[in-house]
């Protein structure tokens, strides 16, 4: 299976479109939210396009083919609205053997690992992407696709047959890592 790994959308609607184009031409299985997905939090500029509403419409038509974990903006009632489980502080993704832990990353990453064994952590919350190695643990951290910071593009990462890829959202392909 692919699967496209998308973090910290902070309520901005053209950034999930863009990323969901992205979805679509990668023909990907899966889609994977990463948390911090409708409310853009108080440390944050209002991003442009700030829509909440337009953000669980088009989420909830792919309802279907979304896995979820909850970021820290991410609140109860946005669980009301969206037609998938969100509230899960992580997940594991096992693909053909491959454990995927899929966290949001401010109770979990790649310094602070729930109990069992993993190949790979999948998060964002830093809004710095990055891909590497850790020990015998694969680290992506997805970025962000509405803030990213240092200087750095909106990113996402694709995930398949044992790679994982970081895009920037405008589809450049940025770094690959062979687990």
Same mark, same amino acid.
């Given at each position: 299976m692919k699967y496209l790994f998308v973090s910290d959308?902070?309520?901005?609607?053209?950034?999930l479109r863009k990323a969901l184009d992205f979805y679509h031409s990668q023909r990907a299985d899966m889609l994977c939210l990463l948390g911090d997905?409708?409310?853009?939090?108080?440390?944050?500029?209002?991003?442009e396009g700030l829509d909440a509403k337009g953000i669980v419409e088009e989420l909830n038509k792919l309802a279907d083919q979304v896995v979820a974990v909850r970021g820290n903006c991410?609140?109860?009632?946005?669980q009301m609205l969206l037609r998938f489980p969100l509230m899960q502080d992580y997940m594991l993704l096992v693909d053909e053997?491959? @454990? #995927?832990? !899929?966290?949001?990353?401010?109770?979990?990453?790649?310094? @602070? #690992?729930? !109990?069992?064994k993993v190949d790979a952590v999948v998060y964002g919350h830093?809004? !710095?992407?990055?891909?590497?190695?850790?020990?015998?643990?694969?680290?992506?951290?997805?970025g962000s696709i509405t803030f990213p910071k240092q200087g750095n593009p909106p990113t996402l990462a694709v995930y398949e047959a044992g790679k994982f890829l970081v895009y920037t959202l405008d589809g450049e392909l940025l770094s690959e890592l062979t687990l």
């Amino acid at each position: 299976m692919k699967y496209l790994f998308v973090s910290d959308i902070h309520g901005c609607l053209p950034a999930l479109r863009k990323a969901l184009d992205f979805y679509h031409s990668q023909r990907a299985d899966m889609l994977c939210l990463l948390g911090d997905i409708l409310n853009y939090g108080p440390r944050n500029q209002v991003p442009e396009g700030l829509d909440a509403k337009g953000i669980v419409e088009e989420l909830n038509k792919l309802a279907d083919q979304v896995v979820a974990v909850r970021g820290n903006c991410d609140a109860e009632v946005d669980q009301m609205l969206l037609r998938f489980p969100l509230m899960q502080d992580y997940m594991l993704l096992v693909d053909e053997g491959v @454990r #995927l832990l !899929l966290t949001h990353g401010h109770v979990y990453n790649k310094e @602070r #690992l729930p !109990l069992g064994k993993v190949d790979a952590v999948v998060y964002g919350h830093t809004h !710095l992407w990055e891909l590497e190695r850790n020990g015998g643990i694969a680290v992506c951290n997805t970025g962000s696709i509405t803030f990213p910071k240092q200087g750095n593009p909106p990113t996402l990462a694709v995930y398949e047959a044992g790679k994982f890829l970081v895009y920037t959202l405008d589809g450049e392909l940025l770094s690959e890592l062979t687990l």
